[in-house]
Structure formats: structure tokens, C-alpha cells
């Protein structure tokens, strides 16, 4: 870890520019407090101390009979009214899973289905955890630098609905996670809105937080282990530090390519694992809490979501207004870490 | 399927020009025979039966002490050697999975650690199955186009390996898979070599070809089918087809966008999942075999490596010449299909 090297940051060769139109969210109908997981799990512990050590008093899981698709359907669907756009004028879909409603075929080939558009628009899922929905915007913004008008990206989970097929959770973890989808649309702009973008990985870390499905699962029979669709966290506190390690150096990095310091931000908006990793995070960076905000402590870890659900949090609530500057970052878990600086 | 409507073909507005540099291949030890797999498993065919029915001899499958970061090291390694390239120049790697190691995170970061660069190169898995390969490219361009000097792309599977867990296979798919990762490099030019690209899904088919792994999955207590680990084929001839269809569409579609007829194109590569299949894509897009390659007789459906390995087999057995005009597509079960013209 000593010897990782961070990136230097490349600024964006982009003469065709892009801007965000819109976001949206979506969130299944089940609130699950602390309590419920307690009594459910028959877990030792009581709300009082979760909510304390934690910062999260509640969250929602997915139902048996809701999928992954329907919420992505619903937030698409928010999302495409706000920027009164319609679906058939969507260039690209780019969804940041962390599971789908099945590994193979893309889900964000599902949500099209639900949809029910005919056009065979191009869609893919990418994989980077709670970091994705970074890379997705960086991916957005450099598709309509080549061509594209509007590209429609997707983050997020339902790790709550794993849950039920989990009979021993591990205590650890099944306080901490949340589902939600976050939607945002970003479309052709004849001037400059996104300014920075800085993306970084540290396989140093690769180990630390990783769901253990794939070709290095080792069984011993026919039956799989129902762990492999949960996340493993070895060291919590590596999750913490490099969140906040890496929010200054991202902050930094992207204020030396934009030309600015942290006073010409006016808000932060970054994946929240914790209340206590966003607010290590303000601290690093030297931001003032009433410029930022934490869904943390009822919507939990989101994964893709949790930095577009914050953004989307500024937005409806009006405190967020067209032409304000946004760093925006999200982190994950120590091994993939990103940013960007844009005008909203 | 009848109402599904073909997206127009958006020409690439890119004046930041980018090229193949070069390619690399990594195959697992093992060598698998149909005989092999009739054995191991007690299915009742001859191997005679399986060779004229699929086209295929042997194929590779990964060991259980061989994992998927090792063959893209191996693959990444041949592919810069070739570039006289150092990985600490590269800008971003993308691979387009399968299966990982892990799900979480992206195998490509472990690919990184393997590779023991101290530099923290952002890199990320995507998810689009067969025809991974064409959206790896189309991203790679599009990166170099917005300011990015080195993009390494990567795409493979090693299922191989997951047949370790696999006590009872589906005999219409178990003698299909093989093994391989394959890489690109693709780097900044000053004059262009992409000239078009087109990219489809169709939702219409999203249920025909599937890995269960997802929150789709249900069980019925702690443990879990291996099946999760596999794909299932509801209908081979709905694959057959829809390649066929799709690479006619595509190949108008990318000839209309680039000006030429099919009688331009030097080379045509393709997915082949049969021999078959490739020889339908062949017959309707009116291109003599002798200009393109298939080596599904000796690999099997290598998922996102089918193209490239077809593509780096022109190239290493000097068939495919720098200035030749190729024609490149990938089908991925009529759920997602994409191809670009270029010049190598």
C-alpha cells in the first residue's frame, strides 16, 4: 500500500459537451428498521447500539416480487419525465450493477423490456461496485463527445432481496445495505458543464470487501454456499480510510485540473458507507457539512446509488440549483475510487 | 420479435483518431476432447456424433489452480510485448467477463495486481456476454477520442472451470464452452483507422440465453444449485438465427455509415458460436470463407474472446496485413450485437 501510485489526472479532450438534463430514484416499498433485522436473524444487539455505531436507523429491501428491473424501470421512467425526453430518443443505457436480476443477459437489457420500447438501443451493465456510478457518468459525457445526444445510466442494488436466501447473515454486513436505483440522463450541451474527471483503482486492496461468486469459488459437492451473493468484508476500517485518503486526493487532483480551490465547490456529494465515512470525508477535504448531505441513515449502503441518490437528495429539496458547481465522487471499498468536477 | 425496429447507425464524431496495436491471446493448459467430456460425465454420445453435429474437436479448459487474472496477465503481457508498450503507460483497462475470480470487484483490477504495477490504472469489468468484445472496442475508441493514449481492452471466460462444480451438465451445453481471454491494445493515432461502429440489443430475446446468478434466483433453503454458475440455452436455433439476421443488418448498416460495399472489406470477424453459425453469418452477408477464420472447431464459444482469437489468428498467420480493411461483429445469443469497420 506503501508504494501505490496515484494516477496523474488527464484532462478531457471534449469539444462536444454534455450536461446532466435529469435524475431519479426509485426504492422498493419495505422499510426495515434495525429492530426487524434484530428479530428476524435472532441477532444480538439492540436498535439503539446499530443506530449508534452505524449512524443507520432504517432501510428498504426488495420483495420477493419485486426485481431489479421494475425499480430501474421506475427511476428511468422519473427520470425521462423530469427532462421530458422519450424513451426512443435514448442513444445508449449504461447500468452499474452489483447484482442483476440474472448475471447474463445484461439487466439493463430487462429494464428496456419493461420499458416496452421496440428500438433495440444499445445496453450494457458495468461492474466497479459503489464506485460505478462514476465511471458511468465518465463514460456518459465521453459517448456524447463521440456522437451520442442522450445516455441514460443506471446505479445501484438489491441486496436485501439476497437477504432472503440468507439464513446465518453475517453481523457484520446485514445492518449496512440497502436497495435503491438511481437514474440520471445526460444529454448533448453547447457549452462546457463537465469540467474534471478522475478514476483510480488499488488492487493493493483488492481483497478486502469482494462477493466470492465466480471461478475462484471452491465447493465441496453439488450445493453452493448461499454466501456467494453477499459481500465479505474483511476490514471495515481499510473501507473507512481509504474512503477518506482517497476523498482528498481526488479532491485535490480534480481542483489542480479545474483551476480552483474548495471554496469555488458548492456542494460535495460522495458515496456514504457510513455517517462516519462521509463526515471523514468532509473533514479530509475541508467541507462544511451544510454544503453536503447523508442519506446514509435511511437508505443505507446503496452501492452505485448511494452518490446519485445524495445528488438527487440536493436536487428535489432545492438546494441544489442549475449553475451550481458539484464535486461528486464515489468509493469502493479501497480497491476503486472516482470524481468529478461539473456545473449542475 | 416481428415489431422489433433496428436503431439507426449514428456516425462516430470523433477527430481524436485511435488504432489496434496490437492483440494477444492466452489459452488454459488443459486440453479437453469430446471424448474426454463423454467420459467424465457418462453421456451417452460418440464423439464422431458431437463433431459433426457442433463442429467442434476440443476446446480449453481453465485447471482449478489456474485463474481467470492469470490468463489475462498472460494475454496483457504478449499483447504490450508485441506493442513494445509498458503497462504503466497504459491510460485504462476494460475487460467484458463472464465470470470473474470474484464478482466483486472487477476481475480487471486483479489483473493489475498480477501484473505487479505499483500505478493506479483505472479499470473496469463490463457485462454484454458474447459481443463484449465490440462494446470494449467502441469504449476504447471512444476514450482516445476524448483523451485517453493507451485503452488495453480485454474479453474472455473461463467456464472451464466452473464445470469443476458440475456434477450433472446440461449435455446441449456442456460441449460448447471453452476457455480464453484475449486482449487489444488500442492506441492514439494521427490518422483514422475506425471509420464505423453499431451497437443493438434486443429485449425481445433477453429470456433465451441466461446465467441465473441474480436476485431472479430462488431457492428453497441455505443451498444453492450449481446451475447458478452456468448458462442455460432455452433455444439454440433462436441464437442461430438471429446471428444470421443480425450480421446481414449490421453489415448493411456499417457499409451504409462507411461508404463501401462488402466488396471493400479485406477480412469479416465474427463470433463464432458453431461452425455453423459462422458459416450462416457468412452466407448471408455474401463473403467468401476464404477471408475470414473460425476456430470454434478447436476453442469452442470462448463468449467475448470469440472474435479477437479469430482476429488474432489473421493477424499471426499473416493472412490480415496493416491497411487491410476488416469488418468485425459479435453476436451474443440475439440479446445484444455490435461490429465496427476499421482499417488494422
Redesign the interface.
Known amino acids: 500500500m506503501q ?5 496523474d489526472i ?7 459537451y454534455s450536461r446532466i438534463l435529469s435524475t431519479g430514484v426509485a426504492l422498493p416499498r419495505n422499510v426495515v428498521t434495525n429492530q426487524n433485522i434484530i428479530d428476524r436473524y435472532n441477532i444480538i444487539a439492540t436498535d439503539r447500539a446499530v443506530e449508534y455505531a452505524l449512524g443507520i436507523k432504517e432501510r428498504r429491501w ?1 420483495g ?1 416480487d419485486e ?2 428491473e421494475d425499480l430501474m424501470e421506475e427511476a428511468i421512467n422519473q427520470c425521462l419525465e423530469r427532462a421530458n425526453v422519450d424513451i426512443d430518443s435514448i ?1 445508449r443505457i449504461v447500468f452499474t ?14 429494464a ?2 419493461k420499458l416496452g ?13 459503489c464506485s ?1 456510478f462514476v ?1 458511468a457518468m465518465d ?1 456518459a ?3 456524447i ?4 445526444d442522450y445516455v441514460l445510466i443506471l446505479g445501484g442494488s ?1 441486496m436485501g ?2 437477504c432472503h ?1 440468507w ?2 447473515p453475517d453481523p457484520k454486513t446485514v445492518f449496512l445495505f440497502g436497495d435503491a436505483i438511481a437514474a440520471m440522463l445526460v444529454g448533448y450541451s453547447d457549452v462546457q458543464h463537465f469540467f474534471s474527471s478522475y ?6 486492496l ?1 481483497d478486502n ?11 465441496n ?6 454466501s ?2 453477499f ?1 465479505k468484508i474483511a476490514d471495515g476500517n481499510t473501507v473507512f480510510q481509504s474512503s477518506a485518503q482517497y476523498a482528498k486526493v481526488i479532491s485535490d487532483k480534480l481542483l489542480s485540473d479545474y483551476g480552483g480551490s474548495i471554496d469555488d465547490i458548492d456542494h460535495f456529494v460522495t458515496s456514504d458507507q457510513s455517517t462516519r465515512i462521509w463526515e471523514a470525508q468532509l473533514k479530509e477535504i475541508g467541507f462544511p457539512k451544510e454544503k453536503s448531505t447523508s442519506l446514509f441513515y435511511k437508505h443505507g449502503n446503496t452501492v452505485a446509488a448511494m452518490s446519485p441518490l445524495n445528488l438527487n437528495h440536493l436536487i428535489e429539496s432545492g438546494r441544489l440549483k442549475r449553475g451550481d458547481v458539484v464535486m461528486m465522487q464515489a468509493h ?2 479501497g ?2 475510487s ?1 470524481g468529478m468536477i461539473f456545473k449542475y
Chains 1, 2 share one sequence.
Not at 10 to 16: F, N, Y
Not at 117 to 129: C, Q, Y
Not at 209 to 219: C, E
Request: glycine share 10%; aromatic share 12%; with cysteine.
Open positions: 508504494n501505490f501510485i496515484f494516477p488527464e484532462p478531457l479532450k471534449i469539444s462536444r426488495t420477493l426485481k431489479v442513444d450493477k452489483l447484482a442483476g436480476d440474472y448475471h447474463v443477459p445484461a439487466t439493463s437489457i430487462g428496456l423490456r420500447t421496440k428500438k433495440g438501443i444499445p445496453a450494457f451493465d458495468i461492474f466497479a461496485a460505478g465511471h463514460l459525457i465521453r459517448y463527445a463521440s456522437g451520442d438489491a432481496k439476497c436466501y439464513n446465518m478514476i483510480i483503482t488499488n488492487h493493493f483488492y470487501a469482494l462477493i466470492r461468486y465466480g471461478t475462484s469459488y471452491k465447493n459437492g453439488e450445493n453452493v454456499d448461499s456467494i451473493f459481500m469502493g471499498a480497491a476503486s472516482g
